[in-house]
């Protein structure tokens, strides 16, 4: 009896709901093409064709932390901007890796944001992920691609933010890669001094720690992309230099030398792996690409 | 048998409530339409100025005044502006969207960003500012439109420009330079007073530039007020934030005199003028202890009126003056000096007490003399032959006047403070100090 009463019932709804062809009237959807302006146009050739992502540059309050005062970046930055990540960021992966490889790791959303963005206890955050697709990138109004007339030393000055900001990119990107395929666990047993209070390190105290950056030391995923960052960003003998600054003194004040090949080992171990890692699960060379990245960055600062 | 009842009953409700299809709305439009509508009219209104808008933009009215700009809203997306502060024509990016109502936004960075740069203003926070703002209402005749925060809900008011206002916002700044008293040329005693035909009290001013506010001080029926008034400035002058009343007079808006040097009342009705003038109308406590106590070192002074700095002036042979550092703790572990310092960077280095009149008045003791360590004034008897000249005579008796120096305060913030030294002796003396003021 019951089957047979929800049968009727369920006919019933049936037929009633298809009684009338209603006129749902116009999309409320605006599928209309926005009118596109120089840099939407440029963005659209240059990153959303080729490699699908999105990048938002004008004010968007639904895409941000609404607990923090920021500014969007002034117009005529976002190319210059853009370009340069795409020569510093985005071609060396593709010439590494492949087109394919950079078309499916590459965040899928870009949010550029013109200031700073400050915590309340007054540092600053130079980039956010969420999850591999979306990555939010500050300070671009303090970023000066233009080194016109200016003096050996203020074109070091400006390039501080510059590799500032991309070792953010390449450090997120090296998160994309090891949530998508892990990296062996024996990285993990180098280092044990992993703690929450990371920013009571000093990256030169890190670095007698076998760390490469303070931050590292929050954990070995973050030790693990701040490795990637740090050595991509410092070309080769910049990264050298790093591991042979290291320094640890006894206490007569003489050279722990123990102490410093101790430290070193680790970071050299940990750049083996991370080498290893990234060769046989992306064939990408990171030796080619730190040189390659190397190259660009020299080139940028001798451009006039 | 009570189940198929319930059935039946629901069959029935459903099928001629599926059927019943004569709901009828209040509008002609659908609610989207009718959303879409009110962007059209909210950009078209915005678009409609042939010179676009003018607007005293308060970002954060409870600590700070206005900046004016001037906004062209184009058809493509376009804004162009400028502002008061200086002329330097600026463009962004703007859209207007509807989220819970009609916005406009401020899409890219131009001067109005920097109304919300967290670099600008308090430290991580900026002035306080937004970029995104609701569509309140349209005047009748469409010449002013009536704008407010998406968040703290203040006001923005934009009213149609001319084709003059591009000219007349470059007349905004000589005010603030007035009020600010920075590169003064006429002498004029240092107090700023309001007096209106009714009131019983003068009011006095100082200016801040830094946050375009205003620190009035007066006696009100025996008791002694003190306020911080926003400002906005016009190409007459200047206006408050809001009316000041006293005795049931309300006073607003300024326009400056040149004729006579004051800022004449402009309301409708009221009659009085912000002049120069040599009476403190209203003391201040705890300035003395705040200013010259324990927490204070490092104080700078850099503008002068042009009277006290004709005085330093040529007093030392070598070179021109320069500006006056003192370690104002009235009761420091060392010999506090008050030091001229010259172009060359030598300094004349008198050796002072700082003593406490009252609770805003400080006297300086003079003490004696410090030598230094090399240049001119290592030889103790140059630095008296100096002082001993006519001028530095007349330095000395006025820095060490038994009538003291009164402190007027600029502003006070946590790790800064700027404040005002007026000779009591000569209200016309006056310099501005910035120190280093420790909180903790």
Not at chain 1, 231 to 248: K, T, V
Not at chain 2, 394 to 409: F, M, N, Q, R
Request: proline content about 4%; hydrophobic content about 35%; charged content about 25%.
């Amino acid at each position: 009896m019951k089957k047979i009463l929800f049968l009727f019932f369920s006919v019933s709804i049936l037929f009633s709901s298809c009684a009338k062809e209603d006129d749902l009237g116009k999309s409320l959807i605006d599928t209309s093409t926005p009118e596109l302006n120089d840099v939407d146009q440029w963005i659209r050739e240059n990153y959303t064709y080729p490699f699908n992502v999105e990048v938002k540059y004008r004010w968007d309050n639904s895409e941000l932390d609404n607990s923090k005062i920021l500014t969007p970046p002034a117009k005529d930055d976002v190319i210059p901007f853009l370009d340069n990540m795409k020569k510093i960021w985005i071609d060396p992966y593709v010439n590494a890796g492949g087109i394919d490889f950079m078309k499916r790791f590459i965040p899928k959303q870009m949010i550029l944001i013109g200031s700073h963005n400050y915590n309340d206890n007054g540092s600053i955050v130079l980039g956010q992920a969420e999850g591999g697709r979306k990555i939010s990138l500050f300070d671009l109004n303090y970023i000066n691609f233009d080194f016109t007339g200016m003096s050996d030393w203020e074109k070091g000055k400006a390039m501080e933010p510059i590799l500032r900001v991309f070792k953010t990119m390449h450090h997120e990107f090296g998160h994309i890669l090891h949530q998508t395929v892990a990296y062996p666990i024996e990285y993990k047993k180098i280092c044990t001094e992993y703690t929450s209070n990371w920013m009571n390190y000093s990256d030169s105290d890190a670095r007698k720690l076998g760390f490469i950056t303070g931050y590292s030391m929050l954990n070995p995923d973050e030790d693990f992309v701040e490795m990637l960052s740090v050595f991509l960003m410092s070309g080769n003998a910049g990264w050298n230099e790093i591991i042979d600054g290291i320094h640890i003194y006894d206490e007569n004040w003489d050279y722990d030398k123990a102490a410093q090949d101790v430290a070193k080992g680790k970071i050299r171990e940990k750049e083996k792996i991370m080498a290893d890692y990234m060769l046989q699960v992306w064939n990408v060379n990171i030796y080619d690409l730190q040189n390659e990245i190397e190259g660009i960055l020299t080139g940028i600062q001798s451009e006039e | 048998m009570k189940k198929i009842n319930l059935y039946i009953t629901s069959l029935l409700l459903l099928a001629l409530g599926a059927c019943n299809n004569d709901f009828e709305s209040e509008f002609d439009l659908s609610p989207d339409e009718r959303a879409n509508e009110a962007v059209q009219e909210f950009k078209k209104a915005l678009t409609s100025s042939e010179y676009g808008w003018l607007t005293h933009y308060y970002p954060n009215p409870d600590k700070l005044g206005s900046v004016t700009y001037m906004l062209k809203f184009e058809e493509t997306g376009t804004v162009s502006m400028n502002w008061d502060l200086y002329d330097y024509p600026d463009e962004a990016e703007y859209s207007v969207k509807m989220i819970d109502q009609p916005l406009l936004v401020f899409d890219t960075y131009s001067k109005f960003s920097k109304m919300t740069d967290p670099e600008i203003g308090e430290p991580g926070k900026g002035y306080g500012g937004e970029l995104e703002f609701g569509f309140v209402r349209k005047s009748v005749d469409g010449d002013t439109l009536y704008l407010a925060e998406r968040v703290d809900e203040d006001p923005m008011v934009l009213v149609k420009a001319t084709a003059e206002t591009a000219s007349l916002l470059r007349e905004y700044a000589k005010h603030s330079e007035h009020l600010e008293r920075l590169n003064e040329k006429v002498v004029v005693p240092f107090y700023f007073n309001l007096s209106v035909e009714g009131w019983d009290a003068k009011v006095n001013m100082v200016y801040s530039g830094d946050k375009m506010i205003a620190f009035l001080s007066y006696v009100d029926v025996g008791v002694t007020m003190h306020e911080l008034m926003p400002v906005n400035f016009t190409h007459e002058g200047f206006e408050f934030h809001h009316p000041l009343v006293l005795n049931g007079i309300a006073v607003r808006s300024f326009k400056y005199d040149a004729s006579k040097n004051q800022f004449d009342v402009t309301d409708a009705g009221v009659s009085g003028a912000f002049k120069y003038e040599d009476v403190c109308p209203a003391h201040l406590e705890g300035m003395t202890d705040k200013l010259y106590g324990p927490k204070t070192f490092d104080a700078q002074a850099e503008v002068f009126s042009p009277k006290l700095f004709n005085l330093f002036e040529g007093l030392y042979p070598e070179a021109g003056f320069n500006y006056v550092t003192t370690d104002p703790y009235v009761v420091s572990w060392k010999p506090c000096t008050f030091q001229l310092v010259f172009k060359d960077y030598n300094a004349l280095k008198i050796t002072v007490d700082y003593v406490k009149l009252t609770e805003d008045v400080v006297k300086i003791d003079f003490t004696g003399y410090e030598t230094e360590y090399s240049g001119p004034f290592v030889d103790l008897s140059y630095i008296e032959s100096l002082m001993a000249t006519e001028k530095g005579m007349a330095i000395k008796a006025l820095i060490t006047s038994d009538k003291g120096w009164t402190i007027v305060p600029i502003e006070l913030k946590k790790y800064s403070s700027s404040y005002c030294l007026v000779s009591n002796e000569d209200p016309e003396m006056y310099m501005t100090f910035g120190l280093t003021y420790d909180e903790d």
